[in-house]
Nanobody
Framework: EVHLVESGGGLVQPGGSLRLSCTASGFVFDRNDMSWVRQAPGKELEWISMIIGSGTRTAYADSVKGRFTISRDNAKNTVYLQMNSLKTEDTAMYFC?????????RGQGTQVTVSS
């Protein structure tokens, strides 16, 4: 059974940074692409980043490009999202997902709130 657990969210001031983690189990991690998506209150789910199984290729939504960095440690079955220069509009529940599109199995999410 696929199991994804996100962590690392919290309250941060605008301009601050957070690093999210997602630990996976139940599948062969290094053979699978992973992605991050987010959902703000009252808004649709937004795909924000993906990384292929080997970790050698990544992609980002324009809304986070240059501020967020996705990475993975296949030895730890973990994918990360480093978020810098956070803005109030980044406030959302963040989920990691199996696959590159963000519509696969997701974890329970971790809340990120950017506020002064």
């Amino acid at each position: 059974e696929v199991h994804l657990v996100e962590s690392g969210g919290g309250l941060v001031q605008p301009g601050g940074s957070l690093r999210l983690s997602c630990t996976a189990s139940g599948f062969v991690f290094d053979r699978n692409d992973m992605s991050w998506v987010r959902q703000a209150p009252g808004k649709e789910l937004e795909w924000i980043s993906m990384i292929i199984g080997s970790g050698t290729r990544t992609a980002y939504a324009d809304s986070v490009k240059g501020r967020f960095t996705i990475s993975r440690d296949n030895a730890k079955n973990t994918v990360y999202l480093q978020m810098n220069s956070l803005k109030t509009e980044d406030t959302a529940m963040y989920f990691c997902a199996l696959g590159h599109s963000g519509i696969g199995t997701r974890g329970q999410g971790t809340q990120v709130t950017v506020s002064s």
